[in-house]
């Protein structure tokens, strides 16, 4: 599919405490996300939900 809205905003997201054994994804200390439009791959869509509340 090719985009033709370009998205001029995004954020990082970095988990600030936890371990691998602690989330079913494996999300652990220091693990770091790149948000722009969409969810960015390996994030959970139930953190999906609660990061929309706080845009």
Same mark, same amino acid.
Do not use: H, Q
């Given at each position: 599919?090719?985009?033709? *809205? *370009?998205?001029?905003? +995004?954020?990082?997201? !970095? ?8 989330? &079913?994804? +494996? ?18 869509? &139930? *953190?999906?939900?609660?990061?929309? !509340?706080?845009?």
């Amino acid at each position: 599919m090719k985009k033709w *809205v *370009v998205e001029d905003w +995004g954020f990082e997201l !970095t988990a600030i405490e936890g371990n691998a054994d602690n989330c &079913r994804l +494996g999300i652990e200390k220091d693990d770091k996300f790149a948000f722009s439009y969409e969810c960015p791959n390996g994030m959970c869509p &139930r *953190v999906m939900i609660e990061l929309f !509340t706080w845009c």
